[in-house]
């Protein structure tokens, strides 16, 4: 499974933005799929989650009730809808698979997943 990740770019606290991770191989449809970020000198933290069939979602505590995470299987992409941005979401934002076929999430750490795609950034202005 090959990610490439894209939508970043600047956005002003309290606006919103709409990430994108569009994969190519046959067994995409078969993974739980993660968004995850990173800032200078941080670890990679996990964003949110969603199951194979999006059946199931989970969030990180600092993005709950902001950011939503989805997916359309048919197009092959994850989405990240960023609402109620804030400054500290500021980062390079980084899509995740890892094939499995459980009904919930237990991927919530980098070491979790087996497929990666390369970053995106997104900058928040207050």
């Known amino acids: 499974v090959q990610l490439q990740a894209s939508g970043g770019g600047l956005v002003q606290a309290g606006g919103s933005l709409r990430l994108s991770c569009v994969a190519s191989?046959?067994?995409?449809?078969?993974?739980?799929t993660g968004w995850f970020r990173q800032t200078p000198g941080r670890e990679r933290e996990f964003v949110a989650a969603?199951?194979?069939?999006?059946?199931?979602?989970y969030y990180a505590d600092s993005v709950k009730g902001r950011f939503t995470i989805s997916r359309d299987n048919a197009k092959n992409t994850v989405y990240l809808q960023m609402n109620s941005v804030k400054p500290e979401d500021t980062a390079v934002y980084y899509c995740a698979a890892v094939e499995s076929a459980y009904g919930f999430i237990t991927h919530t750490r980098r070491a979790d997943y087996t497929y990666w795609g390369q970053g995106t950034l997104v900058t928040v202005s207050s």
């Open positions: 969603i199951t194979w069939n999006g059946g199931s979602t």
């Open positions: 191989g046959r067994t995409f449809s078969r993974c739980v």
